[in-house]
C-alpha cells in the first residue's frame, strides 16, 4: 500500500529574478538625481525598455506616479518658502520620498506588490 502526498501547488503569477531585479531597478533608479539626472528619467526609462514583463511594467508606473508626485510635492514647498511654511515642509518631503524609495525597492525586490502612500496616479 502506497500514500501519496498531496503535492503543493506554486503560486500562478510566480515573480521570476529578472523580473524583481528590474522592479528594484524602476524604483533605486530615482537615486540617479543624486548624479544630476531628473529624478524622472531613471524609472522612465526602466519602464520604457521593460515594460514588457508584467510585474516591471506594474512597478514601473508605480515608480514613475510616486516620483512625478513626490517633484510636485518639492516644487510646492520649495514655493511655501516665501512664507517660511517651506523651509519646515521641504526636508520632510525630501525625507519621505529617500526613505519611501528605499522601502519600495526591498518590496519590489522581495516580488511584493507595492503602493507607494501620497501618490497620484498620473500614469496607469
Given at each position: 500500500m502506497t500514500t501519496t502526498q498531496p503535492t503543493m501547488l506554486a503560486p500562478a503569477t510566480e515573480i521570476d529574478a529578472e523580473a524583481k531585479r528590474w522592479a528594484a531597478m524602476s524604483h533605486l533608479s530615482a537615486f540617479a538625481m543624486f548624479l544630476g539626472i531628473p529624478t524622472l528619467i531613471?524609472?522612465?526609462?526602466?519602464?520604457?525598455?521593460?515594460?514588457?514583463?508584467?510585474?516591471?511594467?506594474?512597478?514601473g508606473k508605480e515608480a514613475l506616479n510616486f516620483n512625478i508626485s513626490f517633484l510636485l510635492y518639492g516644487i510646492a514647498s520649495a514655493l511655501l518658502i516665501i512664507v517660511l511654511v517651506g523651509l519646515l515642509l521641504l526636508p520632510i518631503v525630501f525625507v519621505t520620498w529617500f526613505v519611501l524609495v528605499i522601502v519600495a525597492s526591498?518590496?519590489?525586490?522581495?516580488?511584493?506588490?507595492?503602493?507607494?502612500p501620497l501618490t497620484i496616479r498620473f500614469i496607469r
Amino acid at each position: 500500500m502506497t500514500t501519496t502526498q498531496p503535492t503543493m501547488l506554486a503560486p500562478a503569477t510566480e515573480i521570476d529574478a529578472e523580473a524583481k531585479r528590474w522592479a528594484a531597478m524602476s524604483h533605486l533608479s530615482a537615486f540617479a538625481m543624486f548624479l544630476g539626472i531628473p529624478t524622472l528619467i531613471g524609472p522612465l526609462v526602466v519602464w520604457l525598455w521593460k515594460r514588457d514583463i508584467p510585474y516591471v511594467d506594474e512597478q514601473g508606473k508605480e515608480a514613475l506616479n510616486f516620483n512625478i508626485s513626490f517633484l510636485l510635492y518639492g516644487i510646492a514647498s520649495a514655493l511655501l518658502i516665501i512664507v517660511l511654511v517651506g523651509l519646515l515642509l521641504l526636508p520632510i518631503v525630501f525625507v519621505t520620498w529617500f526613505v519611501l524609495v528605499i522601502v519600495a525597492s526591498v518590496k519590489a525586490s522581495a516580488g511584493e506588490d507595492y503602493r507607494y502612500p501620497l501618490t497620484i496616479r498620473f500614469i496607469r
